[in-house]
């Protein structure tokens, strides 16, 4: 067979997978976007914050809610960097219309 | 088949044209090639004969004057119909053979053609009856870089010949061989000019030029024409 | 041309190609690599952004801490009255919620009050939830459950911070379809919240404000701190710009340790823009000295960077799919997770966002190929003569 072919066949074959993986992808995002409501409820009901990503310390637990120890204390949002504070400035949330003003009140 | 093929005129070419190292390297020659021509260009080392192969083969233009190919000027011609005129009607030898390293024998043979609306299958058979003709088949699928000098000359032989030029050109052709091998390459050459093919050498060997079927010598000093010989 | 010629030119660069095979094959890895991990990062981070935003839709427009001395405190109940007085406000609800770290197991759950029970129809718990008053049961998370080994039916016994030994039983277990969201929870009633954190009377952790008009909140959050200057307002637009800064951060911790690879890409690619070895002007020139046109050369240049960079993409962009969505992000889960007992199931929903696959393709197939044609190009409209001399 001319190389030319071969080389297609494999372009086409890796196409072909990605398009089987986009439909898998596609039942999985609808399964979850059918648990998601559900989902929603669990938050709504139980008034969470923050998702169980990070359980490897308290204040990764709860990033956005301040707290003795969190990382994000003064600004949610702000990088923090150990072994110093932020590297870089937090964000301006002004843009959100908050209340809170980050940068020079 | 006397009618000229092709016809230079007052062909001149500097190198650095301008620069400190400016060299005229062909000046002012006049030839003409008829059909089924067994031309040679001799001369000694530096007398312009590869630049004028490279001139008569489109391989570069002149600084002035025109080489005429079938009655066409072809001296202003764009590049775009040069490389078609490479590819058509000459088949070139190369001093060095540059052939492709890393590729086989067959492969480096149906090089020229590849870009062409060819038939894969049916260059390979074309390439393999080259091959046969000079008796390179049992190195077919060798990679070039291995093999003899001779066997080399051969490889480029065939890739000269894949799209049947009605011009062969060869450069020096018996630099890199010795006497045995010179004169299997001129019987190539030779076979050739009898199956109708204008032929054009440029040596100084005269093994080359020496021989009853070399009708015109054209002998070249310091780019400019000597002495034209016609049998 | 037609399409045997550029079929005959493709075939020609392939042979060209593989002529080099440990070379160009270890260009292919290196490509790959680095489309594995922009991909796969790039897959990881719109999914958990689209998840998150999903799952936090129903979180609590408002949060009202109390700081003392700049640190979070306990925040008086009745202040509750008083800010849902506020114009805009529709309902105000302590939150009584903390961290507890089992002894035992060597982990941090999070223990919360129950404040009401899920839809009916809810397929994320097996079992209920503790009734807001109700004493003496639990339901927990996946993780918690999949820790202590429990079940429902189980008692789970904690010890308080008075230091007696409180046990529940086991009325909810949550399914592992929401662990990114309860792995380490543990639901009790509010009045065994209390006890086992001996939280004095009529205080809650913080209070969540619900509001009439979402674009309304940040004014409603305004006035809160102005009449109670020593509260902190979190906004929910704020919890999910939270994530998205943790996420890119996390991102870009990953990102850094690859980075490596990342510039000895940059500087082979630079390596091939910026000139073409002796030996390829020369075949160049050999092509175009036995009838190549220019155009010839340039497409075998571009099938020559499409060959070696499409196949990269193809490969790289297969690889990071299933390597997130299948396999959990494995190779990054450690730098993403960071080291804890309780992992969540990270099993992400693979949102795929067209215009990010495009954009990645784009930045990796198109200057690839670029770099493989612009410094072939001169080569290929000089004059063959110079070859003919060797
Ligand atoms: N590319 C070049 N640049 C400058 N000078 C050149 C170049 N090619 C050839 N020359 C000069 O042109 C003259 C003719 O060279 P050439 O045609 O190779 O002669 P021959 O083949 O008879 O030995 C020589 O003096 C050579 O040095
Ligand atoms: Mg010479």
Known sequence: MRKSLVFGLFVLGCVLFLAALGATSHVRVSHFLAVSRDLGDITATLKLTDISFSDDARYTRNPSQADIFSAFQDYPGSIEHFPSGSVTPPPDFTSLGAAMKVRGQ | MNETIIQTNELTKYYNKGKANEVLAVSGVSVGIRHGDFAVLKGPSGSGKTTMLSLLGCMTRPTSGSITLEGRDISHLPERFLTDIRRTTYGFIFQQFHLIQGMSVLQNVMLPLYPTDVDLPKLKKKAEGLLEGIGMMKRRDFPVQGLSGGEQQRTAIARALINDPEIVLADEPTAHLDTALSRDFMAIMKDLWEKGKTVIIASHDPIVFENEYAALVVEMRDGAVRNVTRK | ?390
């Open chain 3, 1 to 390: 041309m037609s399409l045997n010629s550029h079929m005959n030119v493709l075939d020609f660069t392939l042979l060209s190609l593989l002529r080099r095979k440990f070379k160009n094959f270890g260009i292919v890895l290196v490509f790959t690599l680095i489309v594995f991990i922009t991909g796969s990062i790039l897959f990881l981070s719109y999914s958990f952004k689209r998840e998150a935003l999903l799952i936090l839709k129903g979180s609590p427009e408002l949060i009202v801490q109390r700081m003392s001395a700049g640190r979070q405190e306990l925040i008086p109940v009745d202040r509750a009255k008083e800010i849902s007085a506020l114009p805009g406000v529709s309902g105000v609800e302590p939150r009584y919620w903390g961290y507890y770290y089992d002894l035992l197991v060597k982990a941090n759950y999070t223990i919360l009050a129950s404040s009401g029970s899920l839809s009916a129809g809810n397929r994320l718990l097996q079992g209920r939830l503790p009734g807001p008053e109700e004493k003496g049961v639990a339901a927990v998370g996946r993780g918690v459950a999949k820790a202590r080994f429990i079940d429902i039916g189980s008692t789970i016994s904690l010890v308080s911070s008075a230091g007696d030994a409180m046990d529940f039983d086991v009325v909810g277990i949550f399914e592992s379809d929401s662990e990114l969201l309860t792995a380490d929870l543990i639901v009790l009633g509010r009045p065994d919240v209390i006890r086992l954190f001996r939280m004095p009377p009529y205080m809650a952790t913080d209070l969540a404000v619900t509001v009439r008009n979402e674009t309304e909140a940040p004014v409603i959050a305004g006035k809160v701190r102005s009449r109670f200057p020593d509260t902190r307002p979190i906004l929910r637009k704020e919890i999910i710009r939270t994530y998205d800064a943790v996420f890119g951060w996390r991102s870009g911790l990953i990102l850094t340790l690859f980075a490596g690879a990342l510039v000895a890409f940059i500087i082979l690619a630079w390596d091939k823009a910026t000139g073409l070895s002796a030996e390829e002007k020369k075949e160049i020139g050999i092509l175009k000295a036995i009838g190549w046109e220019t155009s010839d050369i340039i497409e075998m240049k571009f099938w020559e960077g499409l060959v070696i960079s499409l196949s990269s993409f193809l490969l790289g962009i297969i690889l990071a799919y299933v390597h997130v969505y299948f396999f959990g992000a494995s190779v990054f889960a450690p730098a993403l997770k960071g080291w804890s007992v309780i992992y969540p199931d990270f099993r992400l929903a693979p949102f795929i966002d067209p215009y990010q696959i495009a954009m990645l393709m784009a930045l990796t197939v198109i200057p690839y190929i670029a770099s493989t044609i612009i410094p072939s190009w001169k080569a290929a409209i000089t004059d063959p003569d110079e070859v003919v001399r060797g």
